[in-house]
């Protein structure tokens, strides 16, 4: 069983800078790609961004594209999201998730379906 740590959560004003951390006990043919999913309050889970951990693809949403970054550090089994110029629509539940890399292609990984392991969730809050 693969178990997800995130951290790195807190509350910014608009236009500030978080950075997201997700440690994965293991990395198994189940946890070949890792991502960002988040949830407002009353709103669906959303795929934020994705990455194979052999780092051959990444994947983001239209809504965080040159704003977020997703990176990682394979030794140390941990995938990053910078989160730079926030706005307050970025408010939500952030969870890191893993599956394996057949579940993970263009058309597939935006979807909470398609993934194996969840973290706890680690708050963001963007203010005016």
């Known amino acids: 069983q693969v178990q997800l740590v995130e951290s790195g959560g807190g509350s910014v004003q608009a236009g500030g800078s978080l950075r997201l951390s997700c440690v994965s006990s293991?990395?198994?043919?189940?946890?070949?790609?890792m991502g960002w999913f988040r949830q407002a309050p009353g709103r669906e889970r959303e795929g934020v961004a994705a990455?194979?951990?052999?780092?051959?693809?990444?994947y983001y949403a239209d809504s965080v594209k040159g704003r977020f970054t997703i990176s990682q550090d394979r030794a140390a089994n941990t995938i990053f999201l910078t989160m730079n110029t926030l706005k307050t629509e970025d408010t939500a539940l952030y969870y890191c998730?893993?599956?394996?890399?057949?579940?993970?292609?263009?058309?597939?990984?935006?979807?909470?379906?398609?993934?194996?392991?969840w973290g706890q969730g680690t708050q963001v809050t963007v203010s005016p």
């Open positions: 998730a893993a599956t394996k890399a057949g579940n993970c292609y263009s058309g597939s990984w935006f979807l909470p379906v398609a993934w194996l392991y």
């Open positions: 293991e990395i198994t043919r189940n946890s070949a790609c």
């Open positions: 990455v194979y951990t052999d780092g051959t693809s990444t």
